[in-house]
């Protein structure tokens, strides 16, 4: 009994002592590279002060950013995994864009087959990779070109104009209009998710407990226990994982919303209804009327913010896309239109309050703008005209980016040279980070970066920022495909709530605001509470 208690003892010793090799052979990575990199903790890597909210994700970059600032490249350990910093924007352009074939995909977050038919995570736009991602991102570009936005502009604006219209309401109710921000953009962004990617008008603001909003709530909702076990398994079992066709999204969520989807199309077929929308382009796409000598590529026409299509979005294919793979991408709209563009209308709204004569010179345009009208609706004419508009979205993108850094995944060996002397391989399955949010507020490429400060963003100003130093919607070929629709979402918000009502402080409003240190997404501490007043016509 002894000698059996003695071995199974030297046994889990010994596995033991093989994981501590394992994973301190992976903190030595960086020793064999001319790559600095800063003090880690076992089993932690350099986010153990994340992870026990000792610090918010902002700063933690920014102390990954400032470790080394004469290098153009550092490294640190995302847990047990080594991962390259990029700070330089010069290398960032060559790594991002003219050397892209190197850097195509981004990190996989699941293991899974891309060959699947099942996952609607894995077919969706933001996870696919090598060339199914190509083929995709050719077949979905043509409907987010300007001319698409426009199709789509009287959309978002009836749900602002709505969302508008109850606040109105309550105001002649004699209710005081305090309300937390991230709530109410956060119902703002799914009603246009609804009538935009899945055919639907939703009023969450009023309804607040309708079932649509409910279920996009629990989608969204990335760290729920069942997501995380999900993972888990995938991770390590991805075997097992792809036998017993696991996804991250909820079945019963993605069976109510691809109902919807199903739903809406057989009506719109059988009866002949034509609604410019994400489901009406799904449709042509199945039909192989959607392509690029339908829609002109625009220019840069909805503010310095937009980002251009690259050959990789206009270029062909012949692929023939699944009714799953299609219907996957509306799922995207939630992951990467629900909380960055809710985000950024939070600390939008924010900034327009703390900076008084900021609010006061955006509302003078507004009224311009209105006035020019004559009465008629907004248009996406109108609203891109607004120059000043322009400015201080642009600048709150550049002090609040919703996506805090981008990375990508090395798919090949890639020998990185900087000019300057420095040669070594990055090699194959390694990433690369951009700490967008630091960079955007390094005071090497913007002077006093914590004042909020539309004027950087100019006309006479604005070509003086290096575009590698400005990422809110990331680079290359692989940058936010919806960069046009968040932009007119966001503006459209701001024109009506703005044109109806002044943004005042009340006594919950933290001023300065604080990110908070709950998770790994830009968050405020306490929330963005405010006071909504109606403006004396």
């Not at 030297?10 to 903190?27: D, M, N, P, S």
């Not at 920014?62 to 995302?78: C, E, R, V, W």
């Not at 057989?266 to 392509?291: P, S, Y």
Request: aromatic content about 12%; overall charge neutral.
């Amino acid at each position: 009994m002894v000698a059996i208690d003695l071995f199974t003892a030297i046994a889990v010793g010994a596995i033991i002592l093989l994981c501590y090799h394992y994973i301190a052979r992976k903190y030595l990575y960086f020793l064999s590279k001319p790559v600095p990199c800063p003090k880690l903790t076992f089993l932690l890597g350099n986010f153990g002060r994340v992870m026990f909210r000792l610090k918010d994700v902002v700063s933690h970059l920014d102390t990954l950013y400032n470790a080394f600032p004469d290098a153009k490249i550092s490294g640190f350990h995302d847990f047990v995994g080594p991962v390259y910093l990029l700070r330089d924007p010069e290398m960032i352009g060559k790594i991002f864009v003219k050397d892209f074939e190197f850097f195509t995909d981004r990190t996989p977050v699941l293991p899974i087959d891309q060959n699947n038919d099942y996952s609607l995570f894995v077919n969706s736009l933001f996870a696919m990779r090598g060339q199914k991602w190509r083929d995709m991102r050719a077949t979905l570009s043509p409907a987010f070109t300007g001319s698409k936005m426009r199709q789509m502009f009287q959309l978002v604006a009836a749900t602002a104009q709505s969302l508008t219209a109850f606040l109105a309401a309550e105001a002649r109710k004699g209710v005081k209009l305090e309300y937390e921000m991230k709530d109410m953009f956060s119902r703002f962004a799914n009603d246009v998710i609804a009538t935009v990617a899945f055919g639907i008008e939703m009023d969450s603001v009023k309804n607040r407990d309708n079932e649509f909003y409910l279920a996009g709530r629990k989608l969204v909702d990335i760290f729920s226990f069942s997501v995380i076990i999900k993972f888990f398994i995938v991770q390590l079992l991805p075997s097992l994982g792809n036998k017993l066709k696991i996804d991250l999204f909820d079945s019963k969520l993605t069976e109510y919303f691809k109902s919807i989807i199903e739903d809406n199309m057989r009506q719109r077929k059988a009866q002949g209804i034509v609604r410019n929308d994400m489901i009406h382009m799904l449709m042509e796409v199945r039909r192989g009327t959607l392509n690029h000598l339908q829609e002109e590529m625009d220019s840069k026409d909805a503010g310095f913010a937009t980002v251009q299509e690259s050959s990789v979005g206009k270029s062909s294919h012949s692929r023939v896309w699944s009714e799953n793979e299609l219907i996957a991408q509306c799922f995207l709209f939630f992951f990467a239109g629900f909380e960055t563009t809710s985000t950024c209308m939070t600390f939008l709204s924010y900034e327009i309050l703390a900076n008084p004569e900021v609010q006061q010179r955006l509302f003078e345009e507004i009224s311009k703008t209105d006035k020019s009208l004559s009465g008629t609706p907004l248009t996406y004419e109108a609203l891109q005209k607004m120059t000043y508009m322009d400015m201080v979205v642009s600048e709150a993108l550049r002090k609040w980016p919703a996506n805090l850094h981008i990375e990508r995944y090395c798919n090949k060996d890639y020998l990185y040279d900087d000019g300057a002397g420095m040669r070594f391989v990055i090699e194959k399955g390694r990433s690369i980070l951009v700490p967008a949010v630091s960079i955007q507020r390094d005071p090497k490429y913007y002077p006093n970066p914590e004042r909020f400060d539309p004027e950087r963003f100019s006309e006479e100003n604005r070509s003086s920022i290096n575009p590698a130093t400005y990422l809110p919607f990331g680079v290359g070929p692989r940058n936010c495909i919806g960069s046009r629709l968040a932009l007119m979402e966001v503006k459209v918000m701001m024109y009506y709530l703005l044109k109806d009502f002044s943004l005042q402080p009340i006594e919950k409003t933290q001023i300065p605001i604080q990110v908070s240190r709950k998770g790994f997404s830009l968050q405020s501490e306490k929330g963005v509470w405010l006071e909504m007043q109606p403006r004396d016509h």
